[in-house]
């Protein structure tokens, strides 16, 4: 017992109580550990509806009823979870949106950066396959155009759809699969955020002015739990808002109709988180240059550790770059919209403008500013 004692206290010792954190870290840097929240309330919320789910089209949407109205506080575990997703996008999302502010993808943290793309990677098809398992009207038609898109892959792109299936189309094969998936990938992604955890402690924390500190580090406990206490309730607070007095708010009305294959939604929409990504898709009017422009603006945010051109990474110090970094936020904002409305005009060149923008960011400004920069900045001292 004392052996395996000994090694468990050093870990938690190591971590998470003389762990050094530089002293002037603020509460942006809490949405890391509040991501961490929202990944164990889904997984145990998760484990709890499982227990009473039942994968089959002819059952599902009854089963997800019968917890609301049979069991026990079904309800409360059907909104924590359902509006938990929610909470997790908007709590990593922001602490991306930090971490490019703050320059926190450069060397030496660029592994870092890159296991937290993956995670953002995973949560997504998490994400995607456990918003079919309700087997509502929109769960159904989402997945039906969702993996129709792998079929724009040339030569396989059929027989992965197919295998996707298990059939001929979105059916019992279907939501099956999607389950076990759904069960299994939470778990890949504890696993993918230790790893994340543990690579981020080996190089230390980054600061928000992007300067190797060392001297200037203090114990994580107690200085940052408390702060991290702090955000964990007013996170629940913001939380409890939506689960207790709003709990269909973030949801679409269609999804809480029974699906009918032979009954086509007026406007196909997924989550509201994924609606960035689905207008760059709809803005492109190839199928297969749309399916591979929605990828690469996931994976294009892997490789800025090595796309920025600045030694200096913090924004603090980077004027030209805070308005482009807000430029980016309202691209972003802009997209998310366009991904709800019809794909109609004004809405489709709006759409495209953004995306254009999009990677254009990434790929020129980012790669040429720091040029810019330098030369302004010698411009002005001589």
Known sequence: MRLIKKPLFNIVNNHFIDYPTPINI????????LSAMCLIVQIITGIFLAMHYTPHVDLAFISVEHIMRDVNFGWLLRYTHANGASMFFIVVYIHIFRGLYYGSYTSPRQFVWVIGVIILLLMIITAFIGYVLPWGQMSLWGATVITNLVSAVPLVGDSIVAWLWGGFSVDNATLNRFF???????????????IHLAALHQEGSSNPLGIDASGDKIPMYPYFIVKDLLGIVSFIIFFSFFVYFSPNLLGHPDNYIEANPMVTPAHIVPEWYFLPFYAILRSIPH??????CMIFAIAILAFLPWIHSTEIRS???????????????ACCLILGWIGGMPVEDPYIIIGQIASVYYFTYFLIILPTLGSVEKFLLSYIVN
């Open 26 to 33: 603020h509460y942006a840097w809490n949405f890391g550990f």
């Open 180 to 194: 076990s998936l759904h069960y299994l990938l939470p778990f890949v992604i504890a696993a993918a955020s230790l």
């Open 287 to 292: 199928k297969l240059g749309g399916v591979i």
């Open 315 to 329: 924004s603090r110090f980077r004027p030209i770059y805070r308005v482009l970094y807000w430029s980016m936020v």
